[in-house]
């Protein structure tokens, strides 16, 4: 009896320590801290902001469904030791922190500001939800005097607002030396969505945004700009929440669940659009959101629907894609985040010389005539 108590209690332990192992896996530190770069068009004006907002993780995430956002990184700022990693950076002083780089013809300082605030709670000052600590706490990080005068407004008028029990604790602090975290960290929403989202739904992020800003979140309320026009008129999916799992593969066929939500690819020379020549647009097919545009369309030979360029420049996001033995750069969708294809550097020479790669079922097209009536009238101008 005691030996089969000792083998029982034996086991118990052993998968109790596999369940902690798996968890504790979430803050390893992997080796590297190199992000790779991400291509920007030369044409647009652009600048960043380092910001924090609680676990880098969320606040990625919530940036880079931002429109006029171009890239985000995740990493550290605002302490006194060089070079910090996930294993030492608060005892360094530092903040989880992102650096945002933004087309300033969208947005404007202040609208990076008051998103922060729309998306944290900036009224705790010890830290951000279940996460405890000076380097989880709200702030903003100035690089000149018309940052900081910028951020201190948009305080102001939010606290004016008087949406919050408390006043604003969101810190005004001027920019130091940003460090990138690694690899691991970025885009980790992305690399571990179930083990990202169960920590996300657990702090209760999203009901404390739902609670004071519901569909509001993704609405500049104080800082307007000519951003706050393009967030209310040129991009009505700004404030797109994607369906749960269960409601995704309900609404999407087998296919589109695997390909938008599984990274999946279609068969080559059978699927909807390739040969496609009509007018029109190419929409996200879980958002509806406005990706590309049959003026951009051109067969390819590859036996897949080929563009040459999205239908605005800040239509989808890009990311390194190290699968297949090679690296390619992903091609997703900027609010449903859905899995497009990839983007190829062999495209037209005469029409910028790249190749957008988009698998069919990742996509909705809307005939030219029926864009009025599905409310991407806006759109006409890029078809025509």
Same mark, same amino acid.
């Given at each position: ?209 739902? +609670?004071?800003? $519901?569909?509001? %979140?993704?609405?500049? *309320?104080?800082?307007?700009?000519? /951003? @706050? !026009? ?46 496609? +020549?009509?007018? $029109?647009?190419? %929409?996200?097919?879980? *958002?509806?959101?406005?990706?590309? /545009? @049959? !003026? ?63 698998? @069919? ?24």
């Amino acid at each position: 009896m005691n030996k089969k108590f000792i083998i029982i209690s034996f086991v118990i332990l052993a998968i109790v320590a596999g369940v902690f192992a798996w968890f504790f896996s979430w803050y390893q530190k992997p080796v590297s801290h190199l992000v790779p770069p991400v291509s920007i068009d030369s044409s647009v004006v652009t600048s960043t902001a380092i910001l924090a907002g609680g676990c880098f993780w969320c606040v990625e995430s919530d940036f880079e469904k931002l429109s006029g956002v171009l890239n985000v990184v995740s990493g550290y700022s605002g302490g006194v030791t060089a070079s910090p990693d996930y294993k030492n950076y608060a005892q360094g002083g530092h903040r989880e922190v992102v650096e945002v780089t933004y087309d300033t013809n969208k947005l404007s300082f202040a609208n990076l500001v008051e998103y922060l605030i729309k998306h944290s709670d900036p009224t705790d000052a010890g830290g951000s939800f279940y996460d405890r600590g000076e380097q989880y706490a709200p702030a903003v990080y100035y690089a000149n005097e018309a940052e900081k005068k910028s951020a201190e407004k948009v305080i102001a008028d939010m606290n004016a607002l008087k949406v919050y029990e408390k006043p604003l604790a969101l810190k005004v602090l001027p920019r130091a030396t940003f460090y990138p975290a690694e690899d691991f960290h970025q885009d980790y929403y992305k690399k571990n969505p179930l083990r990202y989202q169960y920590y996300r739904n657990a702090s209760g992020r999203d009901a404390f945004i739902q +609670k004071y800003w $519901g569909d509001k %979140a993704g609405v500049f *309320s104080v800082s307007s700009t000519i /951003s @706050s !026009k393009n967030m209310t008129n040129k991009n009505k999916w700004g404030a797109f929440v994607k369906p749960s799992e269960t409601e995704l593969r309900a609404k999407l066929s087998p296919l589109q669940y695997k390909v938008t939500q599984e990274e999946g690819t279609e068969r080559a020379f059978s699927n909807e659009y390739d040969t496609n +020549k009509a007018p $029109g647009i190419y %929409a996200d097919i879980v *958002s509806g959101e406005p990706l590309f /545009s @049959s !003026k951009d369309k051109y067969d390819s030979g590859t036996g897949w629907p080929s563009f040459v360029k999205p239908i605005l420049s800040d239509a989808v996001t890009f990311h390194i894609d190290n699968g297949l033995f090679t690296t390619r750069t992903e091609v997703r969708s900027r609010y449903a985040d859905s899995h497009l294809g990839h983007v190829f550097p062999d495209g037209p020479s005469d029409r910028g010389g790249k190749r957008y790669c988009m698998n @069919s079922a990742a996509l909705r097209f809307v005939p030219k005539e029926k864009m009025v009536e599905e409310g991407y009238a806006e759109y006409i101008k890029y078809v025509e």
